[in-house]
């Protein structure tokens, strides 16, 4: 059982900046792909980003915030972030981070364990 909370989600002006945490609970954090989505109102559910395990760190993104966002990880404080810089009122959404052993990081049915998500608002 892994149990992940985010936190850092806000209201911001269009061009700011902010920074996504997910703490995780468990023992074996660095053996996982972490990865976030998210779901605007109306919309399905996307991928936004993910990383790798520890051994060999590759980030994947989204072409929509590809330049824009920065996904890391610290596995001693079994933390995942993502960095949203140069935000638009297109990224407003519910972001979730999650969790899993798969091998297809930009598909959400590779992962097992889900945050509740944060609120990321975007205004123009």
């Known amino acids: 059982q892994v149990q992940l909370v985010e936190s850092g989600g806000g209201l911001v002006q269009a061009g700011g900046s902010l920074r996504l945490s997910c703490v995780a609970s468990g023992r074996t954090f660095s053996s996982y792909i972490m990865g976030w989505f998210r779901q605007a109102p109306g919309k399905e559910r996307e991928f936004v980003a993910a990383v790798t395990r520890r051994s060999i760190s590759i980030t994947y993104y989204a072409d929509s915030v590809k330049g824009r966002f920065t996904i890391s990880r610290d596995n001693a404080k079994n933390t995942l972030y993502l960095q949203m810089n140069s935000l638009k009122p297109e990224d407003t959404a519910v972001y979730s981070c999650?969790?899993?052993?798969?091998?297809?990081?930009?598909?959400?049915?590779?992962?097992?364990?889900w945050g509740q998500g944060t609120q990321v608002t975007v205004s123009s």
């Open positions: 999650a969790a899993g052993l798969g091998w297809m990081p930009r598909n959400e049915d590779e992962y097992t364990y």
